[in-house]
């Protein structure tokens, strides 16, 4: 193979260098992002304790940063990562292919949840700074999918920038996070934008990132629901139970329990 082409190969090790990029600027965005994924870890570990081969999906994954390492903490799970990004699933499919398949699918999107072929209910259900975009009433619709698609006793696991009710208290949330990431050097990091432009001049991502183009902006936003509104749509998604588990400055594990 020419050194031409072989620039233009995405690797796996390629991926991983990129993905572990894209894992510092994400810092700059979800307050202590690493000890959120560890407990979201903990909380799905704890709920599939007893099965011999869990079904976990991870909405909104992007390159497969959590699903990666619920793979390495449940090396027995199958798991389904589920994001529309061509480039990011690109990443993934390189880096974290072996261990985790991917989906390219609109969550929320009819028959969204028939595309996955999942063949069976869900044991757990995670998301991490993904399901913000969603305006509330398709959020209460996924809920209530989600709910359907797992066992008794299944969970949902979400961990996101999660508001207080109380403005001034919302605001104090707000202090105790970006303090955390003075302390932690996290602005030191690439940011988005830098992170983005750095990836169009790369010649192994041109395709993907054609794919990107051609598809055009996919969905942004923030619905801005505060912790307390998402609790109450959980519950009337007809889960049982719905509260925190973690919380630190506005960044907060959700967590919902289908009952048997």
């Known amino acids: 193979m020419s050194r031409g082409l072989m620039s233009r190969r995405l690797t796996a090790e ?15 965005y979800a307050c202590d992002r690493e000890a959120r994924f560890t407990v979201i870890a903990d ?12 079904l976990v999906a ?23 990562g589920v994001d529309t990004d061509p480039l990011l699933l690109a990443l993934g499919r390189a880096h974290h292919g072996t261990h985790v ?13 028939a595309r996955l072929d999942l063949g ?27 709910r359907e698609s ?11 920038h999660l508001f207080q009710e109380h403005p001034a208290v919302a605001a104090l949330a707000e202090v105790v996070g970006r303090r955390h990431a003075e302390r932690h050097g996290a602005d030191a990091h690439e940011d988005w934008r830098g992170w983005w432009e ?15 183009a051609r598809r055009g902006p996919g969905a942004g936003g923030d619905n801005g629901l505060t912790l307390q509104r ?14 925190p588990v973690w919380q630190y400055g506005p960044s907060c594990v959700l967590v919902a329990v289908r009952g048997g």
């Open 101 to 113: 398949r991917f989906a390219d699918v609109t969550i929320g999107a009819p028959g969204w949840l």
């Open 150 to 160: 797992l066992r008794p006793g299944g969970v949902l696991v979400n961990g996101d």
């Open 198 to 212: 750095a990836a169009e001049s790369a010649p192994e991502l041109a395709g993907p990132l054609a794919e990107r």
């Open 230 to 243: 998402h609790v109450e749509l959980l519950r009337k998604a007809g889960f049982d139970a719905a509260g």
């Open 43 to 54: 909380v799905v570990e704890t709920a599939v304790a007893g099965v011999s081969r869990p």
């Open 14 to 28: 390629r991926a991983g260098e990129w993905i572990r990029r894209w894992d510092l600027q994400q810092q700059r």
């Open 120 to 146: 069976r209910p869900m044991d757990a259900v995670v998301s991490a700074t993904a399901l913000h975009y969603l305006p509330e009433p398709a959020l209460l619709s996924v809920y209530e999918q989600v």
């Open 58 to 80: 991870d909405l909104g994954c992007g390159p497969g940063s959590l699903a990666a390492r619920l793979a390495g903490r449940l090396p027995h799970a199958e798991l389904v």
